[in-house]
């Protein structure tokens, strides 16, 4: 074995393996956007010109870019305790970060069934003191996707924010006391633009995430506000069309893609490589 | 900047309390005594716990999900340790190309990889029985696919707090490559390995999205289980499993603080 080859053992296996089981197969998908049913360009053409796929695709946006900046401003908050706090809430707050952020997916969107349902948490204590008759309609509309979508991003937008205020240098601050800004301004006017860089990125991975989320649509939708990716899946398990699932999967991709190129060229991320 | 004002920890409580609503509101329901979702009224009982424990299908995703979760972390993070040593080693020119690479199912949309995966197994189950389309060998290997990025991540992070001059000098005294690995920096960074194994783990055990695609009626994960439960008239039996789940991440965060406590103390 030649000296030269040594490496490629190393590094060979992984890629190699991510050849085989992802890249090569999602050219495969790619091969069945333009061959299914039929060759062609169609299901493309079909996929942004068809009434109900474009209005899918609007709601997505509409609330991704909702979800994104609730999940900011509350990320702001907390990821402000989080590294500014005395040592008592630094530990609160990060008790109350990590404990959502390992429990999954699904227990967190059943968690918000549970709160919001007809006989759940809220709708039976807003009975009990008499505010509300009739349980109100919490859950099954897009009010419970936008929560349950805010809850699971909030801990991805703080990791971003709080490290942008970690690396914040506390001199700049002192300096603008020391000249005479009240506390407020110095936040405002020092504070907020110093850290807007983490904030970018932070909003930018998580615009990303929403993009492709399916499971928490699906089970506070309820059927009733579907996203894109939940109506990929619906086209490919519940109405066999897999150009056009394949299509839009593809389209997704590269709307992805374009973000991501985005927040490198903007927010860039430190490297990982030393 | 001083202390934090009343305000500022005023808001981040908000937040705090509204991340953990959810969590405890599936307590007081997955005691209810009724059939269907509700909050109980009065009377508390255990009847969907015991549930968990009567029908076998519950234990036997829990089984099945514990050796996907064995198979696709030790695959993932074996695969995700020997490309981040050769490039932590050998830093080729290209290792940001490769790096890119490998992270692609981490950033792409998981609906995309999903379906991705599924044509992968069904090209496989054509040709044998194994590892294939709704085989737990094959969500494995899905798994295995989803989870290595999160590996890599984490391994090359704590490479990257290896000193390379204890390798340089290991290799200047003629120490050969497979040497330099298990003696010198394999020791360093065994922490790394072992949290990439227990993140591995943790993200397979809590897979869905590409589950969902990649299975049908054998392979029926723990997270597949409870999404049969949740669809359409939601099952109790799904609050009870979710609170022996938030249970054990409660247990473990707990536990992890309390020993960052005591050896902090000490050190």
Known sequence: ?274 | MSKPTPVAVILASLVALFLLLPLIAVIPVSFTPTRFLAMPSGEWSLRHYQALLDNPAWLQSIWLSIRIGILSSVISTTLALMFSLGIWMFRPWFANILLGFVLLPMVAPPVVSAITLYFFLIGLSKVNDLVGYDTWIGVAVAHAVMIAPFAVVLITVALSQVDRRIDLAARGFGAGIRTRIFKVILPNIRFGILTALFLSFVLSWEEIGVTLFVTSVNAITLPRMMWMGLRDNIDPAIAAISVVLIAIVIAVILAKTVVTAMLSRKG
């Not at chain 1, 990060?94 to 709708?123: D, H, K, M, Y």
């Not at chain 1, 996707?145 to 601050?173: C, K, N, Q, W, Y």
Request: glycine share 8%.
């Open chain 1, 1 to 274: 074995m030649s000296e030269r080859m040594k490496p490629a053992l190393l590094f060979g296996p992984l890629v190699l393996f991510l050849c085989l089981a992802y890249f090569v197969p999602f050219l495969g998908v790619m091969q069945w956007s333009v061959t299914l049913p039929e060759p062609g360009v169609g299901q493309y053409v079909k996929a942004v010109s068809d009434p109900l796929i474009i209005s899918v695709f609007i709601r997505t946006f509409r609330i991704c870019l909702i979800v994104t900046i609730l999940s900011i401003a509350a990320a702001y908050c907390i990821a402000y305790i989080w590294v500014r706090g005395t040592p008592m809430q630094r530990l609160a707050m990060e008790i109350c970060i990590l404990i959502p952020f390992w429990i999954s997916i699904l227990t967190r969107a059943f968690g918000w069934v549970a709160l919001l349902t007809n006989r759940g948490l809220i709708n039976t204590w807003l009975q009990q003191i008499g505010i509300i008759s009739e349980p109100l309609t919490l859950v099954r509309n897009e009010f419970g996707v936008v929560l349950g979508m805010t809850h699971f991003l909030i801990p991805f937008a703080v990791f971003p924010i709080a490290s942008a205020m970690r690396s914040l240098d506390e001199r700049v601050l002192m300096a603008a006391r020391g000249m005479g800004a009240t506390r407020l301004r110095t936040f405002w006017a020092i504070f907020v633009p110093m850290t807007l860089p983490g904030v970018l990125g932070a909003g930018i991975i998580v615009f990303v995430f929403a993009l492709g989320f399916f499971i928490t649509p699906a089970i506070l939708g309820g059927g009733r506000s579907v996203m894109i990716a939940e109506l990929i899946y619906l086209r490919l398990f519940q109405s066999p069309d897999w150009g056009l699932g394949a299509a839009m999967s593809v389209i997704l991709m590269l709307i992805v893609a374009g973000l991501l190129a985005l927040m490198m060229r903007y927010a860039r991320p430190k490297s990982m490589l030393r």
